[in-house]
């Protein structure tokens, strides 16, 4: 089957929404939360471990995975090395592009796996601690502050980039009334998963089961054993295999679904859920002592918002656990459950190509290959060294794939829309925006006729802005076979939206009162040439890829806004037509469909 070029069907798509002939809106496929991988048929390994527990999904077993060829370093040019931070990073600027095209891949990576994590939550306790002093109150709007500042000012890009995706992965959000009253919280889930980005994907998973903020957003903290007519809640134990680690179907190592009789199969049955959620019972806030009174949250332990939550003995199952062909007797501790099932998660060969897709989508492409996910999934099975899960190795294997360098236009499928979050970061990293105050007050984005559609941590439910595997209706893409998660969030609306807020930050900044205010000292030098001008912001923000139309028309707009002769009493007019100049050339290019998918 050939595939037209991503880029096309998405420029087609977006083109539709800015002529109101039609939506991202609309659902998704007939199985909602599933991916839509290509199907190669192949005859997988069934024998089983352990005999299989009745009415559970036993995975198939899989032979110890072959240490994968090591990822080489890269050189790149500036254009090359603009296109690989706008996905390694929350955007290029020029210094990033300049020291990267002076170097290579490993020096880059290895100086980015040890630069030092800063904590959002010792932002929020500093705030907190003014708060305690007499200063404002302090709101959920604080983890906003603190996104911002790392995320555009962070000398840790690579984590930033990379726990951003994770958010999207393992989903907790604002919206719950229960989380969103919990900003130091929620501020170290996010901590969290920095941390974790360049760990291994066991502790990653393991972190996100017993953090409180995922115990409140997901109901497994205060989550009791089963008793008369009560039932153990199962909603983690649902989504901690249909989201988090395996999935809904059996998949090959490339991520092609296992088919039988010509259908695919269920990783889990209901079995699985039932048997799982009596193993995630017991947890609930952390604190010195596992009284009943502190497990429904009384006497609060001042740490609880963001240590891990504990079990508690009494509330745990001592049942019988049957799930994903493991079966648990009623005589081992909860922590001894957790970690048996953490075990069989991370064990299961569903695990490497499901997470491998989902990172390459948020990081490189919509729309990766079998081959491509075989790779990342090698490496999840074996760094080369023997290692399994190792995130660094992940990350590395999906930045710098043969699929991911390719020049844009050669792989086919290779292409996503940009999310509006990145890229309002990417405006703001490229032309280096900063606090007037030092308090990066951006708030209230999820509008889509006066924002963006987006806001951090954020999202509508657990299936995060937009689902991996969402098609938008009656498009080019549907046509093609593809998918557009990002699309989801994209309408009429939210595309007039996006137009008039960045027409609006582009000329006076973003935040409250404009405070966080871009620096176009550069760009202001080059205003009397329009064409140094637009390779100046083709490089900053299309990674040099401008296609001559557009760049024909951008300089031809630039142009006819006339430069005056500088004369001793019109300093004003010449500075006003300077950036003018300037910010046109910036909002045309930030409004073309060429910058809008990222090749």
Same mark, same amino acid.
């Given at each position: ?51 299989? %527990? ?5 995975? =198939?077993?899989?032979?110890?995975? =072959? ?24 955007? !290029? ?41 007499? &200063? ?154 596992? #009284? ?7 006497? %609060? ?51 490497? !190509? ?13 729309? !990766? ?81 006066? &924002?963006?559609?987006?806001? =951090? ?21 549907? #046509? ?16 007039? &939206? ?45 990674? &040099? ?55």
């Amino acid at each position: 089957m050939s595939y037209p070029n991503v880029r096309r069907v998405l420029a087609s798509t977006l083109l539709s929404l800015l002529a109101a002939c039609g939506g991202g809106g609309g659902g998704d496929s007939a199985q909602p939360s599933a991916q839509r991988p290509e199907v190669v048929v192949t005859l997988p390994v069934t024998t089983p471990a352990t005999p299989a %527990a009745p009415g559970t999904v036993t995975p =198939p077993v899989v032979a110890p995975s =072959p240490a994968p060829a090591p990822v080489a370093a890269r050189t790149f040019t500036r254009a090359e090395a603009a296109r690989f931070l706008g996905r390694a990073t929350m955007g !290029p600027n020029m210094a990033a592009i300049d020291a990267l095209a002076a170097s290579d891949s490993d020096a880059w990576f290895t100086a980015q796996f040890v630069k030092p994590q800063t904590l959002h939550r010792s932002y929020i306790d500093q705030m907190l601690a003014t708060q305690a002093a007499g &200063g404002a109150k302090v709101n959920y709007t604080a983890f906003y502050e603190s996104f911002w500042l790392q995320a555009i000012q962070g000398e840790d890009q690579l984590r930033q980039r990379v726990a951003f995706a994770l958010s999207e992965i393992f989903v907790i959000s604002l919206q719950n009334e229960s989380v969103k009253a919990q900003v130091r919280g929620t501020a170290s889930y996010v901590d969290m998963l920095g941390q974790h980005a360049f760990g291994n994907f066991r502790n990653l998973l393991e972190g996100v089961a017993l953090h409180p903020m995922m115990g409140l957003y997901l109901s497994h903290l205060r989550n009791q054993k089963e008793s008369g007519t009560r039932t153990p809640d199962e909603n983690f134990a649902r989504e901690v295999m249909q989201l988090f680690s395996i999935g809904l179907y059996q998949l090959n190592a490339d991520g092609s679904l296992n088919l039988s009789s010509g259908k695919p199969v269920d990783t889990y049955a209901r079995e699985d859920v039932a048997g799982l959620a009596k193993v995630f019972t017991g947890l609930s806030w952390a604190g010195p002592d596992q #009284s009943t009174n502190r497990f429904n949250g009384g006497t %609060a332990d001042p740490d609880r918002d963001w240590k891990p939550m504990q079990m508690y003995p009494a509330l745990h199952s001592s049942s019988e656990k049957r799930f994903l062909g493991q079966t648990i007797s009623g005589a081992t501790s909860g922590e001894a459950d957790i970690k048996v099932a953490l075990d069989t998660l991370f064990n299961h060969p569903n695990a490497a !190509p499901f997470f491998s897709r989902q990172l390459i989508q948020r990081l490189v492409t919509s729309n !990766p290959s079998a081959a491509y996910i075989g790779r990342v999934s090698a490496v999840f099975a074996n760094n080369g060294k023997g290692v399994r899960g190792d995130m660094q190795a992940m990350v590395r294997a999906v930045l710098l794939d043969p699929e991911a360098l390719a020049p844009a236009g050669t792989t086919l499928r290779t292409g996503k829309l940009r999310e509006p979050l990145l890229r309002l970061a990417g405006w703001m990293r490229a032309f280096d925006a900063k606090a007037t105050t030092g308090r990066y007050r951006i708030y209230y984005l999820d509008d889509p006729l006066t &924002g963006l559609a987006q806001s =951090p941590l954020n999202a509508a439910s657990v299936f995060n802005f937009f689902r991996p595997s969402y098609v938008p209706p009656n498009s080019a893409i549907a #046509s093609a076979g593809l998918v557009a998660p990002e699309l989801q969030v994209s309408s009429e609306p939210s595309v007039t &939206g996006y137009l008039n807020f960045m027409q609006e930050a582009i000329n006076t900044g973003v935040g409250e009162s404009r405070e966080v205010k871009p620096d176009y000292t550069k760009e202001l030098a080059l205003a009397g040439d329009a064409n140094a001008v637009v390779d100046r912001v083709d490089l900053l923000l299309l990674q &040099g890829a401008m296609p001559s139309r557009l760049r024909g028309q951008i300089v031809g707009a630039v142009n006819t806004i006339t430069l005056p002769a500088a004369t001793a009493g019109n300093a004003t007019q010449v500075a006003n037509a300077q950036a003018n100049r300037v910010k046109l050339a910036i909002f045309l290019a930030m409004a073309s469909t060429d910058y809008l998918v990222q090749k």
